[in-house]
């Protein structure tokens, strides 16, 4: 596009005569400091007409100011005179600047012209104004450069002109002001209030010497200038509207230049458009879940404070709950001493006759054994009594003697004719000793009933007790759990359950389990409902019953092994087997915790069996003689001893799942049948007698030890007893006891002796034994 010329205004010099400098200087002074000033807001008329009303009539004018065409201007009253009409004052002119345009110069001509005098006639011929057709010309051509697009300069000179009136003005040339000072102004400018003040009083001390004539040519010419001021406003509005209505249309410039375009700079500007939209969109869901994170807070703030606006209740809850379990614990503790008490003495009353029963068989087969030893040698025995037989061993031996006979009389009348001597536990006491007993115990359960017999129940039963602290668990989840009440609750409960215990014999058969009693079923519904109350998985509370246990139940447990647990009964044996499997096994949320209580209650089963392989194990070994008469006295004790060793073998088994393998092993394998099982049989007669007492000891042994499909020898501690029973085999293979081998061959495969049970099929031609062989 091209560019526009710069425009330049010069504001063409009035000339003016000495006399009227002389005249006025104050005047002139102030006319010219208006023109020097760049910016002022009044200017003069255009140059044509200054230049017509630079006569000798201006010079009366000076004066009078510059507001006297605005005064002139308000006074209707017409009169004739056209020099007067042309006389106006400088600085009046200069307040006008809007009305120097070059349409104004036409008509300004046109009533100089019908208004001249021979002054202005001559004034005008020196400054050669253009006649009308010049004007229009000129106008022409601006337009047509306006429709183009381009512009002509406005700096025309007038050299004629300009030396005319600078001649005339008789000014020295470096006072002229510069080309910025000579612009000039289109538009008339606000005058200020100071302006407008000077002119209402010039104004008013000019009406009454102004005459008629100056008035009516004032008048016209401001009427000329108003009329060419309103064209100048239509022309503009037009303008303006034209270019509201068509926006301008930007050209594209041809000569300018870009780099070259590839799809691969599209493609990266595109990637990177892209990572920047993608970057604003993470943040923004940042920003999104942030914000939802927020809402989501308020809202449980808000519940938390509607839930927590009681504080009053609240207060009176925490109250309460205080003031409970501090008479809780006082009343536990006053009543925790007589439960010790009571407890004691239930502990002592079992322990005193388990501990009769067990020395009472101890003396019973000392005596029974003194007595087999001497009963040959009766009649050698000296009359000084050195070896004389003590005189309690016939009371003793006939009393044993009765029992026995009231209990096969029990049995014959049961229908149970399998039994063997010895299998018996033994455990009848005497009618008195009955009742000492029976009167001892119903004196203590009298005792245990008045324990809490003044107490609410709220302090003794342990589901009211649960109650209170459910209660504050549902109400108020979060100061629950922050005060550890599940890890308190079981020191709470420890007394109540131990009062409950106090009647409770594990070593009973027609002992309750633990799964059945009422404090077991209460703590395991606080658990449950707890659980279902909280979102969260509280595992706080699932542990008080395993705490339970191992504080309050398993030490129970421990003192019955001890002192009072007899492994030479089967009912005891299996009766406490089971709730310690129970609490060992069943209980899902603790059997695979380790604690020094459960460690402690193993330590104690095994160490009680020890003793009893100790202490009540004892197989005498009589000559073959004497023993194969099997009514013999000797025979009968060897007998009910073997099958009495057999019997806590038994027992000891039971055990399996509970106690280590390696332990049960060697307290089973290698302290009982190796040393006394093992050692009866092989003093024993060969025969189908030898052979069911080796299937009764087969059919102890726990299944799992020989559950592994591809064991093909038995365990280390069998080896003597396979050995025997090959023995055997051989010896009853002499005598064509067939069936008895072929129940010897079942055995060998029971224990997973599996060459040796096909060594004696070989041997013995058993082919029907083949398949079952192949089948185990």
Known sequence: MAHR??????????????????????????????????????????????????????????????????????????????????????????????????????DQTSSSDSSSSPEETKFSSAVKIPDAAAIQAARRKRELARAQHDYIPLDVKHPSTTSAVKGDSGEDPESEPEDHENRILFTPKPQTLRQRMAEETTSRNEETSENSQEDESQDIWEQQQMRKAVKITEGRDRDLSHIRDSPAVKKFDTSISFPPVNLEIIKKQLNTRLTLLQDTHRSHQREYEKYVEDLKSSKNTIQNLESSSDQAANYRFYKSMKMYVENLIDCLNEKIIHIQEIESSMHALLLKQAMTLMQRRQDELKHESTYLQQLPRKAE?????????????????????????????????????????????????????????????????????KVFEDVNDDFCCIQNI???????????????????????????????????????????LSSIGLKQMSWFTSIEEFIDRGVEDTEKDNSSDKKILSAVINKTIIPRLTDFLEFIWDPLSTSQTTSLQTHCRVILEEHSTWKNEVSKSKQDLLKSIVSRIKKSIEDDVFIPLYPKSTVEDKTSPHSKFQERQFWSALKLFRNTL???????????????????????????????????????????????????????????????????????????????????????????????????ALNQAESLIEENHLDDLKSLKKFE
Request: proline share 7%; charged share 30%; glycine share 6%.
């Open 466 to 508: 649960l109650l209170k602290f459910q209660e504050w668990r549902e109400k108020f989840p979060d100061s629950y759990y922050e005060a550890f009440i599940s890890l308190y609750i079981p020191k709470l409960l420890n007394p109540v359950i131990r009062f409950q215990l106090i009647d409770w014999n594990p070593l009973k």
């Open 5 to 106: 010329p710069q425009r330049t205004f010069r504001r063409r010099q009035v000339d003016s005569s000495d006399s009227d400098g002389a005249e006025d200087p104050t005047a002139e002074a102030e006319a010219q400091r208006e023109r020097a000033a760049p910016g002022s807001p009044e200017q003069g008329p255009p140059p044509g007409v200054r230049a017509e009303l630079a006569g000798p009539q201006r010079r009366a004018r000076g004066p009078r100011g510059r507001s006297r065409v605005w005064a002139s201007s308000r006074r209707v009253d017409g009169g004739s005179g056209a020099p007067e009409s042309r006389r106006i004052d400088l600085s009046t002119d200069e307040e006008d600047g809007a009305l120097h345009s070059t349409e104004s110069k036409d």
């Open 654 to 752: 039971l055990w399996n799942g509970l106690l280590p393998d390696d332990t049960l092993r060697e307290l089973g394998l290698g302290k009982l049948l190796n040393r006394y099982l093992l050692i009866a049989l092989l003093n024993a007669v060969p025969g189908p007698d030898v052979v069911k007492k080796c299937s009764q000891i087969a059919a102890c042994l726990p299944e799992k030890w020989f559950e592994n499909p591809a064991m093909k020898t038995s365990i280390p501690q069998m080896e003597s007893f396979i050995q025997f029973l090959l023995q055997s085999a051989h010896n009853l293979s002499r005598s064509e006891c067939r069936n008895e081998v072929k129940e010897i061959i079942l055995i060998l495969v029971k224990i997973k």
């Open 381 to 449: 025995i000296p009359t000084n009594g050195s070896l004389a037989v003590d005189e309690n061993t016939p009371r003793i031996l006939k009393e044993v003697e009765s029992r026995r006979s009231q209990r096969r009389q029990a049995r014959t009348l049961a229908g149970n004719c399998n039994h063997q001597e010895g299998t018996s536990s033994d455990d009848e006491l005497p009618s008195a000793e009955m009742t000492d007993f029976q009167k001892s115990h119903g004196d203590i359960l009298q005792d245990h009933k």
